[in-house]
Nanobody, 122 residues
Framework: QVQLVESGGGLVQAGGSLRLSCAAS????????VGWYRQAPGQQRELVAC???????NYVDFVKGRFTISRDNAKNTVYLQMNSLKAEDTAVYYC????????????????WGKGTLVTVSS
């Protein structure tokens, strides 16, 4: 049984930083594309960043230069370092795993975490 457990969310002031973690179990993590999605209140879920099984990374424009995704395959864990946070970054952040080559596209995601709430106060 695959489980994804996110942690690291919380309340932070605008301009501050948070580091999210997602620990996976029951899956060969290193062969997968792993991403972070977020869903703000009243908004659709959107991809934030993806790290592929080959080690490449990609980001949506609104987090480039502020967020960094990384992975530790030995620990089956993916991280999202979030700097220079803005009020509009407030959302529930979800860890997601899909097949290698899917580039974390939502239709390709096989497993989702339950999410961790990030609240940025202005």
């Amino acid at each position: 049984q695959v489980q994804l457990v996110e942690s690291g969310g919380g309340l932070v002031q605008a301009g501050g930083s948070l580091r999210l973690s997602c620990a996976a179990s029951g899956i060969i993590f290193s062969l997968k594309d792993v991403g972070w999605y977020r869903q703000a209140p009243g908004q659709q879920r959107e991809l934030v960043a993806c790290t592929t099984g080959s080690g490449s990374t990609n980001y949506v424009d609104f987090v480039k230069g502020r967020f960094t995704i990384s992975r530790d395959n030995a620990k089956n864990t993916v991280y999202l370092q979030m700097n220079s946070l803005k009020a509009e970054d407030t959302a529930v952040y979800y860890c997601a795993i899909g097949p290698y080559g899917g580039t974390c596209a939502e239709y390709a995601i096989n497993y989702w975490g339950k999410g961790t709430l990030v609240t940025v106060s202005s």
